[in-house]
């Protein structure tokens, strides 16, 4: 009986492989379907009390003049230095009549610091009890690292203009930060904790729990523009409400009436390749799991937040925009309890087209499943080594002479079910869990080395090229066979429960990963064999897939009114390398200041499996 139940786990085993390449082409077939009509689903909004665009806005007229008044202090102070600037802001926030308090901060990341100064104003609601507020945010610095004059310059004006109405039933804390990334960190860690790190000063005003927050970034106030731009990516790929990032579309498109983009993609033709082109980039800035502007800080604190910014060229100008800021924090400021009727996880693939969790999830754990069941496969050829095939009559008289010749001893009863011969797990249990340990030196040299011996040390920690050489000498060909089950069978839980928190990074190290499946499990006894294996485990290292992956980024980013084909022009080795290295920079920046867990799970997940696949 216990032989027929080997035979049959055998067989068993000898269908996996083949349900693993099934899961593999359906995990990427279902991801590369998303986008298709069937698929996709309109968004709405939700949440009935917000009525989006409803109210009359009154940002207009002499607010223009309001604007480039404030616009030249802030051009005045370009070259002034963070106090100065903190000192100007403080002086119009408290003629405002609002409440004014500052923070200063340092952070070390990278061989890099990063320090500034916050200041904020807090508008007390005439209809609130402080408990609720909501943000306008601006940083001195835009995304592209030019002098967000507009941004800054907008939110002063508003700050002047919301003073006026006594419609809010909330808080409005109006922030100016120093830079996108540090600045924004620095004041929710400090607002979120009574106690902060040493370096963040505490605030001295606080108001109540914060609903959501509205970014502008508008570094050429004097161009006027045709659409916005949502950013809505935050850190670690979380999202804000699917709820506010419509009801924004909507006040824009209907209200407003000027066009939104998402993703940088203009002239959206709302087809599959634009709709393709529209999900591997925020897949790619939610697997990366950066700041993409002033609003991702707040996201990890469950604080719905987006950016706003202008672009294209137009007859808009700063009216509309603050027009747009007025009838959102107006919608905000209407609801009666935390954003929660609509999706937090969903990729957008239009401005008006997005996948729920429910569509895409299966993706992730098809490409999940695919490690789990080479793990399985691993696992039983382990445990069925040296099980014997079914015995000729020959060999049964031979056996049966023999016995007599041999005094047996029965087995006691209650081993009579287990197999002798299984080598044991603790050998292969350590070694796992010391690999997994060991993967922290990596991590460490990469989050502490300056910028420039960034590439360095990427390349010379992660291709580790002795390990399969030197394998055979320290570790027994059966050590590695219970050791390779047991890592495809921990990457495939991993990928499996990082799926439902970033789908998009699950995907990624999931792909990365699968070329790891043909390394051969068994070490090659010829020369040519060896170095032919070595070879190729070399090529599927990160040391290689990434920069490749550089080069993908490089194209998909490209501008959104270029062809992909036309994205492979201008693509060389310097600029991959220059790629490469700002995204490792920003990794290990985002790592100290933002929290943000990427190169965990590229050094704790992926690397690990790749190391031992090579054994």
Request: hydrophobic share 45%; charged share 15%.
């Amino acid at each position: 009986m216990a032989l027929q139940k080997k035979l049959s786990a055998v067989r068993f085993a000898t269908l996996l492989p083949y349900l693993s390449a099934i899961c593999a082409i359906v995990g990427i077939g279902w991801i590369l379907a998303l986008p298709r009509d069937d698929n996709v689903r309109r968004t709405h909004v939700s949440e009935n009390a917000l009525l989006p665009g409803q109210v009359h806005t009154y940002f207009a007229g002499s607010e223009h003049d309001v604007f480039r008044a404030y616009r030249a202090e802030v051009t005045a102070l370009v070259n002034a230095t963070d106090s100065e600037k903190a000192d100007v802001l403080a002086g119009i926030f408290t003629n405002a009549g609002l409440k004014v308090a500052r923070q200063k901060y340092t952070y070390e990341a990278a061989g890099e610091v990063f320090e500034g100064e916050n200041v904020y104003a807090i508008l007390q609601a005439p209809r609130g009890d402080a408990t609720e507020a909501m943000v306008l945010c601006a940083a001195w610095e835009s995304n592209e690292g030019v002098l967000n004059e507009g941004g800054v310059a907008l939110v002063m004006s508003l700050a002047r203009y919301f003073k006026r109405w006594s419609v809010w039933s909330k808080d409005i804390i109006f922030l100016i930060t120093s830079d996108v990334q540090a600045g924004p960190n620095a004041w929710l860690t400090a607002y979120h904790s009574p106690h902060p790190p040493p370096t963040i000063s505490p605030l001295t005003l606080k108001s109540g729990m914060i609903q959501g927050a509205v970014a502008i970034d508008y570094p050429e106030p004097g161009r006027r523009f045709d659409a916005f731009h949502l950013i809505y990516d935050g850190i670690n790929g979380n999202l804000p409400n699917l709820d506010l990032v419509t009801t924004t579309h909507q006040i824009a498109q209907y209200h407003i009436g000027i066009r939104t983009l998402i993703q940088s993609l203009d002239d959206h033709r709302d087809d599959y390749r634009d709709r393709l082109r529209t999900m591997l980039r925020g897949m790619a800035k939610q697997a990366i799991g950066l700041s993409t502007g002033v609003h991702s800080a707040f996201i990890p604190y469950h604080i719905n937040a987006v950016t706003v910014q202008p672009w294209g060229d137009g007859w808009h100008d700063e009216g509309s925009l603050g027009r747009l800021v007025e009838s959102a924090f107006r919608s905000i400021n209407n609801l009666l309890e935390s954003f929660h009727q609509s999706y937090f996880f969903y990729i957008l693939l239009e401005r008006m087209r997005y996948v729920s969790i429910g569509t895409y999830l299966p993706g992730g754990m098809a490409l999940a499943a695919v490690f789990s069941l080479l793990g399985m496969k691993g696992w039983i050829d382990r445990n069925t080594a040296s099980t014997p095939t079914a015995p000729t009559p020959a060999q049964t008289l031979a056996a049966a002479s023999e016995k007599k010749k041999t005094l047996v001893i029965p087995r006691p009863q209650h081993l009579k079910g287990l197999s002798p011969a299984l080598p044991s797990l603790t050998s292969p249990l350590l070694l796992l869990f010391t690999i997994h340990l060991l993967s922290l030196v990596p991590l460490t040299l990469f989050l502490n080395n300056p910028s420039p011996s960034l590439l360095l040390t990427f390349s010379l920690t992660s291709s580790v090229i002795l390990s399969p050489l030197i394998a055979p000498f320290l570790i027994s060909q059966q050590t590695t066979k219970s050791l390779r089950p047991l890592s495809l069978l921990t990457l495939g839980t991993f990928l499996a429960a990082l799926a439902t928190l970033n789908f998009s990074l699950a995907a990624a190290i999931g792909v990365a990963c699968l070329p790891l499946t043909i390394i051969p499990s068994t070490r090659p006894k010829s020369v040519f064999g060896k170095v032919a294996r070595w070879v190729l485990h070399q090529l599927v290292s990160p040391m290689v897939v990434i920069p490749a992956a550089g080069v993908v980024y490089t194209i998909v980013m490209k501008d959104g009114e270029r062809e992909w084909m036309e994205g492979l022009k201008g693509v060389s080795l310097e600029s991959v390398e220059g790629v490469v290295r700002e995204a490792l920079r920003m990794a290990a920046v985002g790592w100290w200041v933002e929290g943000g867990w990427t190169p965990l799970m590229v050094w704790g997940v992926w690397w690990p499996a790749w190391v031992i696949s090579g054994l």
